[in-house]
């Protein structure tokens, strides 16, 4: 679902009627996800409107009210800032405000995404809509410190004394096994002999943490490897 303020006439009549609820919203500018939780909360500027906002102070405002929402509904904050960096008035140089959004992403960690025009900003709003609508968690950030098995596609040799983690190694090796899909694998047999005498269609069913299966291609792939 797609929750969009009032506010936003021109924007409005280019997104789909029966995927948009408007209203007055607290934070943002578009929401998407239901109520904003584990979605997103974005705020549309042009590039004139962000270098207007600088200048009379909203933007710091804006800003903090974003990230304190979105730490409240745990939802992510996103920029969509319309424009070429020449369209400024002058008040503010390109270079000045370019600042300004790199130390926006690097130090407040909200994304950044741009767009040509109004037009296009509708294209990747229901874009975003319809990731979401595939799996809500596409947009949950993933919080846990990196492990050495997170690493393990440039570190070889990590741990491979460790027979699990040597055993989740060798599978992540396999172009399209992630990690974690691996650890699934792993969980569900957890001795090479198991791996090897399971069958294709086993493996293809073995449920991941964020609820996928392993799916049959990757399984194929699995058993070519391996026997």
Partial sequence: MIYIDTRERYLIPLLPSDQITVQTLPVGDI???TDASNGLVIERKSIKDLEASVLDGRYREQRARLLAFCQERVAQPLYILEGAWSSTTGRLSAPALMKI????????????????SLEETATLIKALAEYHKEDPTHFVRE??????????HVT????????????????????????????????????????????????ASIVQPNGRKVGPAIAKRLWSLFH
């Fill in 31 to 33: 929401w998407i996800g």
């Fill in 101 to 116: 959004v790199s130390r926006l992403q690097a130090a407040h960690g909200i994304a950044v995404l741009q767009t040509e």
């Fill in 143 to 152: 919080t846990q410190p990196l492990r050495a098995i997170d690493t393990i």
């Fill in 156 to 203: 070889k040799k990590s741990n491979s004394a460790d027979p699990t983690q040597f055993f989740i190694a060798c599978l992540a090796q396999a172009p399209g096994v992630s990690p974690k899909v691996a650890e699934a694998i792993h969980t569900t047999f957890p001795s090479w002999s198991q791996f090897l005498a399971a069958p294709e269609a086993a493996i």
